[in-house]
């Protein structure tokens, strides 16, 4: 492994190495619980173990919260592992531990995924969950890997946990479209129902399953009925528009690949309050016929851990 000494000053990034075409950078972090504000005021802190993903959704809106314009640009060919996240954590739970009676509420994570797949070799996320099961912290974890289920037997020793999978929409053609690099929408749902059954919420712990269409991608008219059945019996599904009345919703670090996109689902987005809207009251009608206990938040409401 070859580590190119690299000193960037507004970033922090220290030391990067390339490796199947990702950047892979180590930075020191100086605190790992950031405070929770705006969409996610539900929460006391936001924890990221990465920066950067390998995801690199197409309308990712972290890319705007890249260290500079190049890595922007760059989006999803660059990493950063912060190397000393545990004991950050550990020192920062403690911390809170000394002046509160009541656990903290953390989003893992707001600007990465946690199970991206560099994970799988760091191992950094499951040693974070390692020492917040000391603290038991009303967690939520947002993902859309089934590299999740590794760390089952960990999971399922949280008193409070919710685990958001992300699956924005059901058709497999319109997910390679927006998001190539990511699991496929097979794999995600087979990873909730995974989940679900392997980890019983109980009058121990809460624990917790949601979906979260976030944003709402299209799903094609051929894929809707069977994406709704497969979804029936998840706790929560959360819906989120695309921010119709912004032109530039789209555009993450992908302009021009995005532009194309809009135009290729135009059937879509040339009306995409009527398809948000036709698209819920098509969920609702499922879920009533199939008496799923689901229940359906939108935006802000559905991320919150109650
Ligand atoms: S997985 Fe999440 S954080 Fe990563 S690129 Fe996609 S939307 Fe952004």
Redesign the pocket.
């Known amino acids: 492994m070859k580590y190119e000494a690299k000193k960037d000053r507004r970033s922090s990034l220290l030391f990067k190495e390339t490796r199947a075409k990702t950047d892979i950078y180590t930075v020191e972090a100086r605190s790992l619980l950031n405070k929770a504000t705006g969409f996610m005021a539900a929460y006391d802190f936001t924890l990221n173990p990465y920066r950067g ?1 390998q ?3 197409s ?5 705007a919260f890249s260290p500079d314009s190049q890595k922007r640009q760059d ?2 060919n660059w990493v950063a592992i912060k190397t000393n996240a545990a004991d950050l954590l550990d020192r920062e739970l403690t911390k809170w531990q000394k002046k509160y009676d009541t656990p903290p509420r953390i989003y893992m ?1 707001s ?3 946690p199970y ?1 797949p560099i994970e799988k070799q760091q191992e950094l996320t499951k040693q974070l969950l390692k020492v917040m099961l000391i603290y038991q912290p009303i967690l939520v974890i947002q993902t ?1 890997s089934p590299m999740i289920v590794r760390d089952l037997d960990l999971l399922q020793q949280f008193e409070y946990l919710r685990i958001n999978l ?1 699956i924005p929409t059901g058709s497999e053609i319109v997910r390679k479209d927006f ?1 190539p690099r ?1 699991p496929s929408v097979k794999a995600r749902l087979q990873t909730i129902n995974k989940l679900r059954y392997s980890i019983a919420s109980n009058h121990q712990n809460k624990i917790y399953f949601s979906v979260t269409i976030t944003p709402l991608l299209p799903t094609l008219i051929a894929d809707r009925d069977k994406f709704f059945s497969q979804l029936m019996g998840i706790d929560r599904i959360v819906l989120q528009d695309f921010h119709p009345t912004h032109k530039n919703s789209l555009i993450a670090s992908t302009p021009h690949q995005a532009i194309a996109l809009k135009q290729k689902y135009a059937w879509w987005y040339d009306d995409v309050a009527e398809s948000y809207h036709d698209f819920k009251q098509n969920l609702e009608n499922h879920l009533i016929a199939w008496s799923s206990p689901t229940e359906i938040l939108e935006g802000k409401a559905g991320f919150a851990y109650d």
């Open positions: 993903c995801y690199g959704c309308y990712c809106y972290a890319a989006w999803g994570s600007v990465t995924d991206q859309r992300s998001e990511s």
